[in-house]
Structures are given as structure tokens and as C-alpha cells.
């Protein structure tokens, strides 16, 4: 190869693609210096020679064999990982041993073995005696099936004092163990049957599942000639089982009983049965905001045949669906969101399955596509399903997820088992449900929309912190001293309540950890990955969040890229071990959710009206939307310079319904201008057709120029409490069309 020019791509080893046998394929990007490939990849052909399982190295040199662990320090795991992908025989290695002794000590504190063996790679994870604060060194040996050693790697590891190493350690700002502002008391009725919350009321049956769901939320805020059945449900939902190839009969004690009540959350217990052998125990909590998290887990039946209670030693099932039912009319819209792709807009018509979680495309599962946010509704009602991950699901040969229109109701199924397992401990899975709108609107909120600042970024939050620039900013008193006076600015140039300076920030989206603190990110290793959220990470934000409140005037934030995110972390993600040993990713919602509302709680705590602002184009995290202020839409699909489409043509009616106005949800959307500058009389029809068809759906953008037009807004009248918005898809009550043609 030429040196310094990249050259196409080229098998190394020419002829007929053999079954088992690896050929290697390298970009060549050689140089006098480096006279190694840029990158290499390996493929391995499959026994019918037409598929090919593909894993690259970026590195410059490519290593037989490289060790590295990481520990989990708060959790006292460590995670192991040798990759063997270059080695010469990469089918010899089966098994890795590790020993980990402190420094200069003779005993190792842990010995383990692993023989986790998949993609070329040993990965695994040990649970350790708890360590005393010092250095330690970790050995492991690769080895062949008859014990050989193959290669070995060596390196040292730290356990900290954490709590006198960090300040912000055990930080109990953000309280969010009670109610929470604009939110209200839950009522539990009849030990769990009903409760009430904010928004309305969730009805529950005996598996802690919904029987009913009403929703009430913010019609205050619409004309009352508009309101409709506050019913989301067309019935309970139901729970189909199957066992020897017949339908097994599922039923449940009654109601739930309640565990532990308190103002801002309940929890609740109930039990059912599935056919004679297999037991349910369903657990529950519900939170202030309306949200429903419920475990279930399936078990082995009591037997009392020969006169005691004894405990099955196993039981099996064939399938278990969840058909969850909506009436026609309330379930006209869905939105549907993943870390790799999206759905918003109508149900789509026809009959039978009209949708599946497959069509959005590739899935960052291991196993399984589960779609970890599904919701179905209008813009009065409706009810979002989410899910962490799909642990306990068994996959077949059905999506994990469908929409159904059957009989006048639009139903969402959950396959959650399609395959016979046979059950001889507790087999657990979870899913969580949220009424929607899930905000409730205050007075103001239309003109809630943020005025932020891409100038200048707290260093704690933002991810784009590797060198200094715009997003980057320092521990140092003068980085507050220029955040008090940029907030300074704002305040007295702006005249309106609405214009909050609110930091540029990174949340969700898959990027790295969010915090410039460097030695920390280090050593919590496998705790901080992005979008973990662990107890000390949100006190590591938040102790610092509270600083700039306190030094630099922040009295709000805006978080870019809040979209959920897939994780193979399993030490402090809600990833999970597959039985062969391979890692399933899952979503980090919860945790998520916990970190935005304790900002929300944080804000309070200092005074401040919370000011959450978050970028969710397409979709974004519906779980922590209860805690947001308002989310902003658009930044996709570029109208170019004197083209022959605009806004409208982009986003059509549909989408807008679903996703882009504030009604189904309770935040306050605001739109990005994505219009390149063409000729003069081209941007003015471009700006008129972008204003219209968000004010048309009640956004009042207030995204630099668009600001000009808050004052006549608010002159006219627009954020008065009094002002009603009366959808134009909603005319029928009012307009009637005499002759269609």
C-alpha cells in the first residue's frame, strides 16, 4: 500500500469462504511510522459459507490477547474481560481464572473462574468480600479445555475511602420522599382497589394490574364542551395462559392489599394463580405522579393434595400473553420510542396486527426487540407501557410487542413468553404503567418555553468536556462569577418570566458520563457508565448543581439528547445475564426518572420554580416527563434553501397530534427552525407556515427570533389562565360539513 492513502478493503486470504475458518480483512492506512492496518476485522464464516459474524478492533496494532478489569467499588464487584479476537487460535481459549490479592500481601482476598466464553472474549463479573481501602493486583490466565495456560495479564486496581475522598458523597439534597409541588396526595381506597392520584384514578384487580384506568388531568386547562369519558380502558386487562397446549385458567384473590402507604407513593401485594400449578405473587407501587411499577413473579403452586401445604418442586407454562385494550376512540395515536428508532402518529388501520415492536428496525437487545416506551392514547387520555428491559421474557418467534384492532378496540399485547419454560424458583418480570397527560399544567405554562445558552455550560453536567471551548467550563470560582453574570444578563434584558438561563447539558442518548471530574469518573468505573444514575452518581450532580445555585445564579437546566438510551452495563444497569452467559441490554428509566425528579426537588428546596428543559426530538424519556418543564422538538429534517416543501410537508397533522403539541402529555413543547436562508420572499412563506402550524397546535416558540413575537402574545393575552385552545381535530362538535364534495 501506498503510505498515508487509504486503500479498498482486501481479503487477506483468497478462495472459498469455509465453514469455521476466520479470514481477516484489513483498511490499510500504512505509513513509514506505523506500519500497521488502521483497522482490522475478523470474519468468521458460518457451516452454510453465506453468513458471516463480523467484530472489529480500531486499535492501530492488533493484540493477541488484552486484559483489563474494572472494579465497582460501591457494589465491591469487579468486572473481568480478555479479548482474544487477534489470537492464533481463537477457538482454543475456554476458560479465565483471576486472583486478586492486596498489594504486597502473599494470600489472594478472591480467587474466581469464568468459563463466560463468547465473540472471541471471556467477560464476567465477581462479587468480592468487602475490601479495605488500598491498592490491589489482579492476575488472570486464559486457558485452553485441558487447563493450559494460554496467555496471562496482569494490573492493580484501587478501593477508596469514598467518603473522604469525595465531599459530595451521601449529598441528601433533592429530596423526593414526599409530595412534590405542582403534585397533590394520593387517596388509597379499599386496602389498594383504587387510588387516587393527581390526575385521576387507577382502578387495580388482584394481580396490581389496571381493571380501569380514569383520567381527569388538566381539564381545567380545556373547553368543558370538549371533554370526553375520562375511561382510558375498554376493560381489565387480560392475561391469556397456556399450559400442555391448552388455555389455562388465570385467576386473582380479589383486590391487592396495601404494604405501605404515604402521601406521595403506596405499595401493594396480591396474588393469583394460573391454572393448578403455578402460583403468581404481583407487587406494586404507585408514585404521586400516577405512575404504576409492577413485579410479578411466577411460581411453583402449593400442593395440599397429601393433607400439608408443600411447595411444588416445579410447574410449566407453554405461552403468557398481556392484552392490554383500549376503546377505538381513545387509542387513535401512538408513540412509540427506542434508543434506535421511533413511531408517532395514527394507529395505523386494518385488522389483526396493524404493528409490531420489530418495525422499528434494528434492536440493541441481545434477545428480544422490546420497545421500552409504548404508548396509546389522544389528546384528553391515555396510558403509556414501559419496561426496563425484557427479563423473564422468553422469545420465539413473535415480537415482544404488538398492536392489535379487533372488535372495535385497539389492544397492546405483550408476548412476554413464547416459549415452554418450565419454573422451579421464582420467575420475575416487571413493567411499569403511566397515565398520560402525566404534567400538570400551572398557570403560565404556555409561555414556559427556554431561552438557553450554548456560550456557556456547567462543567459537572455537560458531556462535551474533553478539551476547553463553548461547552466547557472549570471548578473555579470565575467560571460562577461569569455563570451570575451571564444569568445577570438575562434577567434584565429579558422581560418575560419565561427566559430562564438554563445551561446547555447532556442527559440521555448513549453519550458518556456526564461529569469533568475526571479522577471519579475513573474510579467508579462500571457505576458512572452513561446512563446508569446510581445513588452516588445523582449526588455527585447534584452536590455540584447546588454549588452554581448557591455561587453562580443557575436557576434552571436544559438537557440535550434526553432520549432513551440501551446499556450492556449489568453490575448497575438493568442489562441482565442471559442463561449461555451473553449480556441483554435493558433501558436505565427508573434511575433516570429518579435523577430528573430530585432536580426538580433540588430547585424547590432553593426557591427556585424548577426549570427542566429537554431536547426530545421524535420522542424522549415519558417516564421523567412528570419532572420536565418543557420539551423541544424538530431538530431533524432540514428544510433546504428554496426548496419546494416546508414545515407543514415535514411534520403532517398526525405527528403533531401525537407528538408535538402539549396536550397528550402536559409539557410545554416548543419546535426548533430548521429552514436554511434562501431568497427573501422564499423565507418569508418558509416563516409563515412555521409559525402557523405550531401555533396551530398551541407552541409558542420562543427559539431566537421567534422571541419577537412573545410580546403581542402576551399583550393579547396568552398566558392568561382563561384562554382555551379547541383543536382543529376536534371540530365535529361544532362544524359540521354539509356536503363533503
Known amino acids: 500500500a501506498t503510505p498515508g492513502k487509504l486503500t479498498p478493503w482486501s481479503v487477506k486470504e483468497a478462495g472459498k469462504l469455509a465453514a469455521g475458518k476466520t479470514y481477516r480483512l484489513g483498511l490499510e492506512a500504512r505509513t513509514a511510522s506505523n506500519p500497521n492496518p488502521l483497522l482490522l476485522l475478523n470474519v468468521l464464516a458460518t457451516p452454510g459459507g453465506d453468513a458471516w459474524l463480523a467484530e472489529a478492533s480500531a486499535k492501530m496494532k492488533a493484540e493477541a490477547y488484552g486484559f483489563t478489569a474494572r472494579l465497582a467499588p460501591m457494589k465491591s464487584i469487579v468486572e473481568v474481560f480478555c479479548d482474544f479476537m487477534y489470537a492464533p487460535d481463537q477457538n482454543a481459549p475456554k476458560s479465565m481464572t483471576l486472583e486478586l490479592r492486596k498489594q504486597g500481601a502473599k494470600d489472594p482476598v478472591f480467587l474466581g473462574a469464568s468459563s463466560n466464553v ?98 381527569t388531568a388538566n381539564r381545567e386547562w380545556r373547553p368543558a364542551l370538549l371533554e370526553e369519558r375520562p375511561s382510558v380502558l375498554s376493560r381489565e386487562i387480560e392475561v391469556v395462559a397456556v399450559q400442555s397446549g391448552k388455555t389455562a385458567v388465570v385467576e386473582f384473590q380479589g383486590f391487592p392489599r396495601t404494604t405501605a402507604v404515604a402521601a406521595h407513593k403506596a405499595k401493594m401485594r396480591g396474588y393469583g394463580r394460573i391454572g393448578a400449578d403455578v402460583e403468581v405473587q404481583a407487587d406494586a407501587e404507585v408514585a404521586q405522579d400516577g405512575l404504576l411499577w409492577v413485579t410479578w413473579a411466577l411460581r411453583p403452586s402449593l400442593d395440599a393434595s397429601s393433607g400439608k401445604d408443600v411447595r411444588r418442586k416445579e410447574a410449566t407454562l407453554d405461552s403468557l400473553t398481556l392484552d392490554i385494550p383500549f376503546p377505538e376512540p381513545v387509542a387513535k395515536l401512538m408513540m412509540v420510542m427506542s434508543s434506535t428508532g421511533d413511531e408517532s402518529g395514527a394507529v395505523p388501520a386494518g385488522t389483526g ?85 402525566m404534567r400538570k399544567m400551572t398557570p403560565g405554562w404556555r409561555m414556559l418555553n427556554c431561552s438557553f445558552s450554548q456560550n456557556f455550560a456547567d462543567s459537572f453536567y455537560t458531556g462535551r468536556n474533553a478539551s476547553p471551548g463553548s461547552y466547557n467550563a472549570s471548578y473555579m470560582p470565575a467560571s460562577y462569577q461569569k455563570s451570575r453574570a451571564l444569568m445577570f444578563g438575562y434577567t434584565q434584558n429579558m422581560i418575560y418570566r419565561a427566559f430562564e438561563f438554563a445551561p446547555h447539558t447532556e442527559q440521555g442518548g448513549g453519550y458518556e458520563t456526564r461529569s469533568s471530574d475526571w479522577d471519579a469518573r475513573g474510579y467508579f468505573g462500571p457505576e458512572w457508565d452513561s446512563n446508569t444514575y446510581t445513588r452516588e452518581f445523582q449526588d455527585h450532580l447534584l452536590w455540584h448543581m447546588q454549588k452554581w445555585m448557591d455561587e453562580g445564579g443557575l436557576t434552571g437546566v436544559y438537557h440535550d439528547q434526553f432520549a432513551p438510551s440501551s446499556m450492556a452495563n449489568s453490575i448497575c ?53 412528570p419532572w420536565v418543564s418543557a420539551i423541544l422538538d424538530g431538530e431533524d429534517n432540514m428544510v433546504i434553501a428554496n426548496a419546494d416543501y416546508d414545515f407543514m410537508d415535514i411534520y403532517a397533522p398526525v405527528r403533531m397530534q401525537a407528538y408535538g403539541n402539549p396536550w397528550p402529555w402536559g409539557n410545554t413543547f416548543y419546535w426548533m427552525r430548521l429552514i436554511q436562508q434562501g431568497e427573501e420572499g422564499w423565507r418569508k412563506r418558509q416563516d409563515r407556515t412555521y409559525f402557523g402550524w405550531t401555533y396551530l397546535h398551541d407552541v409558542f416558540n420562543n427559539n431566537g427570533n421567534e422571541g419577537e413575537m412573545w410580546p403581542k402574545l402576551f399583550d393579547w393575552g396568552m398566558n392568561d389562565g382563561e384562554v382555551k385552545y379547541w383543536p382543529y381535530w376536534r371540530t365535529e362538535k361544532v362544524l359540521r360539513v354539509s356536503d363533503p364534495a
Open 118 to 215: 463468547h465473540y472471541f472474549s471471556v467477560r464476567d463479573r465477581f462479587q468480592l468480600p468487602t475490601l479495605a481501602p488500598g491498592s490491589y493486583d489482579w492476575a488472570m490466565t486464559l486457558k485452553d479445555a485441558a487447563g493450559k495456560a494460554l496467555a496471562n495479564g496482569t494490573g492493580k486496581i484501587e478501593k477508596k475511602n469514598e467518603a473522604e475522598a469525595y465531599r459530595w458523597i451521601g449529598f441528601n439534597g433533592g429530596d423526593v420522599e414526599k409530595v412534590l409541588w405542582p403534585y397533590s396526595p394520593i387517596a388509597v381506597h379499599n386496602g389498594g382497589a383504587k387510588i387516587d392520584y393527581w390526575g385521576g384514578s387507577l382502578y387495580l384487580g388482584g394481580g396490581c394490574v389496571p381493571r380501569q384506568v380514569a383520567v
Open 353 to 437: 396486527v396493524v404493528w409490531d415492536c420489530s418495525m422499528l428496525g434494528f434492536s440493541p437487545l441481545t434477545v428480544g426487540n422490546l420497545a421500552p416506551e409504548v404508548w396509546l392514547g389522544n389528546d384528553q387520555r391515555g396510558l403509556c407501557f414501559l419496561a426496563e428491559n425484557n427479563r423473564g421474557w422468553l422469545h420465539k418467534d413473535l415480537p415482544d410487542q404488538q398492536i392489535l384492532r379487533k372488535g372495535g378496540e385497539v389492544i397492546l399485547r405483550l408476548n412476554v413468553i413464547q416459549d415452554k419454560v418450565t419454573i422451579t424458583g421464582d420467575h420475575s418480570f416487571a413493567f411499569v404503567f403511566l397515565p398520560t397527560p
Open 573 to 625: 444497569g438493568t442489562a441482565w445475564i442471559l442463561p449461555d452467559g451473553r449480556t441483554n441490554p435493558g433501558y436505565n428509566l427508573l434511575l433516570d426518572r429518579l435523577f430528573t425528579a430530585r432536580e426538580h426537588a433540588l430547585m424547590l428546596e432553593n426557591g427556585i420554580d424548577p426549570r427542566i428543559f429537554c431536547h426530545t426530538t421524535n420522542g424522549g424519556e415519558m417516564y421523567a416527563y
